[in-house]
Every structure is written in structure tokens, then in C-alpha cells.
């Protein structure tokens, strides 16, 4: 299984980014997909998921910024980013869960099983 995340990248704040998530090797469609950030000398946080049935949910300071999507044909889900904050600075990471959970119960990285390298997104002031 590989995720491969990318489309980070250095903007000011105000602007927009999309990330991207493509997997291999698995039946992508029966996965959950989560969106996390970790910021330098902190946890790692969910910011955003979609579940199997397209449910969506996100951490409420991205919630009416950040957008997130999944093409299951394409085996790719993406991390729409408007407005960005200089506080969105972070390493991004996409991971999969195969659940049939409420994507609302799903927010713990323990809950994920497969991991994509992280995409640096750096937001200026």
C-alpha cells in the first residue's frame, strides 16, 4: 500500500492550496480518508476526513476554508485550502481507514491504518 500526498508548498496568507492524495495497492473506495497537519513541536491533528458514503467532516478553525474530496476512480482525494492562515503552516498528511464508521468518530491517527508522507505547507504573513 503507498499514499502518495503532495501539492504543499510556500503562499501568503489569503491564498489557496489543494493537496493530493493518490493510493495504490488498495480498494481505495472502502476506505475512509483522513487529512492530518503536525506543526513543529506539536501532535498531530486531524484537520479534515470523508468517509466510504462521502460524509465529511473537519476541525472547526478549517471549516468554512478547507474542503475535502475524494475521486474513487482515480483513487485520489484531495484537501482544498482557501484563506489560508499563517497558523496552517504544517506537514500534511493524508492516511486511509477501512471503516464503516461515522467519519465524525474517526480523528485519532490511531484509527488509520496507512500512512502517506507528509507535504510541507508553509503559509507567510
Known amino acids: 500500500v503507498q499514499l502518495q500526498a503532495s501539492g504543499g508548498g510556500l503562499v501568503q496568507a489569503g491564498n489557496s492550496l489543494t493537496l493530493t492524495c493518490v493510493a495504490s495497492?488498495?480498494?481505495?473506495?472502502?476506505?475512509?480518508v483522513g487529512w492530518f497537519r503536525q506543526a513543529p513541536g506539536k501532535e498531530r491533528e486531524f484537520v479534515a476526513g470523508i468517509a466510504r458514503n462521502g460524509n465529511t467532516d473537519y476541525i472547526d478553525s478549517v471549516k468554512d476554508r478547507f474542503s475535502i474530496s475524494r475521486d474513487n476512480a482515480k483513487r485520489t482525494a484531495y484537501l482544498q485550502m482557501s484563506r489560508l492562515k499563517p497558523e496552517d503552516t504544517a506537514a500534511y498528511f493524508c492516511a486511509v481507514a477501512f471503516s464503516f464508521s461515522d467519519i465524525r468518530t474517526f480523528k485519532r491517527p490511531s484509527q488509520y491504518n496507512y500512512w502517506g508522507q507528509g507535504t510541507q505547507v508553509t503559509v507567510s504573513s
Open positions: 495497492n488498495l480498494p481505495f473506495s472502502t476506505y475512509a
